[in-house]
């Protein structure tokens, strides 16, 4: 059974630094890429980035880019969200989610399995 | 970017009801197109992918459809437990975006 755990979320004042982590089971973790998507309290979902099932290549929303790196360690089966300069916008749940591709008149990727999310809270 | 819109933002229905909700991306997307529902506090779940294609373990009243910039996902017969919030996803291009989601509340 296909699990994501994310986990690190909590509160922190702003300018400050946090990892979460994503730990996954139930699959070979290495063959997926893992996005991070994140929701504001009464908000919408928004996506921050992704890393490949290799780490070889990531991508990121332009609200994150340059603080906000993603990384993963296939022997532990766990994806990274280091986020750094953190403004109180950042404050949202986090969640990780799993990339799965099917094949119909290309390839189209969609998010098959999410974990249940960390809270972060940015408030001085 | 590729901008999502969805529509409605919020809709009053009743058990029975057919429902359908739209999303418009600002070009062309193919067929990259994803809709989840999520209800509160919980994390989202995958409904349909690649615009039509229903997700193992989804009802069959759940339908997706569309392709190109218009797409419409149609729930046919509204259930108690389909009272959430649904969003579209592009997975076209990164960045990835969402619709702003679409509130389905008890009328």
């Known amino acids: 059974q296909v699990h994501l755990v994310e986990s690190g979320g909590g509160v922190v004042q702003p300018g400050t630094s946090l990892r979460l982590s994503c730990a996954a089971s139930?699959?070979?973790?290495?063959?997926?890429?893992i996005h991070w998507v994140r929701q504001a309290p009464g908000k919408g979902l928004e996506w921050l980035a992704v890393?490949?099932?290799?780490?070889?290549?990531?991508d990121y929303a332009d609200s994150v880019k340059g603080r906000f790196t993603v990384s993963r360690d296939n022997s532990k089966s766990i994806v990274y969200l280091q986020m750094n300069s953190l403004r109180a916008e950042d404050t949202a749940v986090y969640y990780c989610?799993?990339?799965?591709?099917?094949?119909?008149?290309?390839?189209?990727?969609?998010?098959?399995?999410w974990g249940q999310g960390t809270l972060v809270t940015v408030s001085s | 970017d590729i901008q999502m819109t969805q529509s409605p933002s919020s809709l009053s229905a009743s058990v029975g009801d057919r429902v359908i909700i739209t999303c418009r991306a600002s070009?062309?997307?193919?067929?990259?197109l994803n809709w989840y529902q999520q209800k509160p506090g919980k994390a989202p779940s995958l409904l349909i992918f690649?615009?039509?294609h229903l997700e193992s373990g989804v009802p069959s009243r759940f339908s997706g459809g569309g392709s190109g910039t218009d797409f419409a996902l149609t729930i046919s017969s509204l259930q108690p437990e389909d009272f959430a919030t649904y969003y579209c996803?592009?997975?076209?291009?990164?960045?990835?975006?969402f619709g702003q989601g679409t509130k389905l509340e008890i009328k």
């Open positions: 690649a615009a039509s």
């Open positions: 989610a799993r990339d799965q591709v099917t094949m119909t008149v290309a390839p189209s990727p969609y998010f098959d399995y």
């Open positions: 996803h592009q997975s076209y291009s990164t960045p990835n975006t």
């Open positions: 070009q062309t997307i193919s067929n990259s």
């Open positions: 139930g699959f070979t973790f290495s063959n997926y890429g």
């Open positions: 890393i490949w099932f290799d780490g070889s290549n990531r």
